[in-house]
């Protein structure tokens, strides 16, 4: 149940959410880790088609970031079902630090000076004390 609620809120999170632009990619000759330092950090990703633990070697550009999956097969499944699993791939951006959030997911209001609450890990930034 708890896993259910924290990916409601992510979702919701996720239209509130823009992404983050990164100057660098690392090289590849450089070897994977599953902590990216430029990209966030993928200890708690999951691949938005099986729900898995993603590698750093299976992903796509969203929105100036990256998307990881678990599996080629995954990135193949994504690649030709984009619009099934965009909204899970947008809510990886989150969790992974790649997108800043810019509304209130309550009111949807801009944030200028927001009430943070940390959630799951992920803070979380509200309009006002009474929208969280």
């Given at each position: 149940?708890?896993t259910?609620?924290?990916?409601v809120?992510?979702?919701?999170?996720?239209?509130?959410?823009?992404?983050?632009?990164?100057?660098?990619?690392?090289?590849?000759?450089?070897?994977a880790?599953r902590?990216?330092?430029?990209?966030?950090?993928l200890?708690?990703?999951l691949?938005?088609?099986?729900?898995?633990?993603?590698?750093?070697?299976?992903?796509?550009a969203?929105?100036?970031?990256?998307?990881?999956f678990?599996?080629?097969?995954?990135?193949?499944?994504?690649?030709?079902?984009?619009?099934?699993?965009?909204?899970?791939?947008?809510?990886?951006?989150?969790?992974?630090?790649?997108?800043?959030?810019?509304?209130?997911?309550?009111?949807?209001k801009?944030?200028?000076?927001?009430v943070?609450l940390r959630?799951?890990?992920?803070?979380?930034?509200?309009?006002?004390?009474?929208?969280?």
């Open positions: 149940m708890k259910l609620r924290f990916t809120l992510i979702l919701s999170l996720a239209n509130c959410f823009a992404s983050k632009s990164f100057a660098s990619e690392p090289s590849s000759d450089q070897p880790r902590t990216l330092a430029a990209d966030g950090n200890d708690h990703a691949c938005p088609v099986t729900g898995d633990p993603v590698a750093p070697e299976f992903s796509v969203l929105e100036g970031g990256k998307v990881y678990s599996s080629g097969e995954a990135l193949r499944e994504y690649r030709g079902n984009r619009n099934d699993f965009d909204e899970l791939a947008r809510a990886q951006l989150v969790v992974t630090g790649q997108a800043e959030q810019i509304r209130c997911p309550v009111s949807r801009e944030l200028s000076r927001p943070v959630i799951e890990g992920v803070d979380v930034g509200f309009a006002s004390a009474k929208a969280q």
